[in-house]
């Protein structure tokens, strides 16, 4: 599972916001993925395009593109409460996720660079950070896959844009890793 697990902190270098090092961050999670035969190839094919799109796409088109898909519109958020819950709901969703965080070490503050503990790449900061597999599975399956099949589906109309191919690739990898089969 380890090899899985640093998967995680990859795909989340992914989805922060873009820098000079998108590229290697991209390349790194391709080679790191062929150590993870548990992975579908289609996997590694979704990152491909992605890196593709991102030698034909200057930097800062990239970052203009991140910040209209997920800062501007609702559908898209990478805060995955957002999702599944609405108003109180999601406030006692924060607060309980952000409480696992404090029980299990995770450094929420210097992981999560101002974003709510439900942020896509805080979420998997985490869950390559724990080791309590059991905590990790049952967060994968009662939040974090029925929010990312919510933002899956909202992607799925927007197939031209170059996140497309992360997102698809971050579902598909947690929802085989909720089905199980390693």
């Not at 958020?77 to 599944?84: E, I």
Request: aromatic share 10%; proline share 4%; glycine share 6%.
């Amino acid at each position: 599972m380890s090899n899985g697990k640093n998967i995680y902190a990859l795909l989340a270098g992914l989805l922060e916001h873009p820098a000079e090092d998108i590229k290697i961050k991209a390349e790194q999670c391709i080679k790191a993925l062929a150590d993870c035969p548990q992975y579908p190839p289609e996997i590694t094919e979704e990152l491909n395009k992605f890196k593709k799109d991102l030698e034909n796409i200057p930097l800062d088109d990239v970052k203009g593109v991140y910040s209209y898909t997920f800062e501007l519109t609702s559908d898209f958020t990478l805060d995955l409460g957002y999702h599944v819950f609405d108003g109180f709901r999601r406030s006692n969703s924060l607060a309980a996720i952000k409480g696992m965080y404090r029980d299990k070490g995770f450094p929420l503050e210097e992981r999560a660079g101002g974003e709510l503990p439900d942020h896509l790449p805080v979420i998997l900061h985490f869950m390559s950070f724990t080791d309590d597999e059991e905590l990790l599975g049952n967060f994968r399956e009662t939040f974090v896959i029925k929010a990312l099949e919510k933002l899956h589906k909202n992607f799925e109309r927007n197939k031209k844009n170059l996140y497309w191919h992360v997102i698809n690739a971050v579902y598909r990898i947690i929802d085989k890793d909720v089905k199980g089969g390693e």
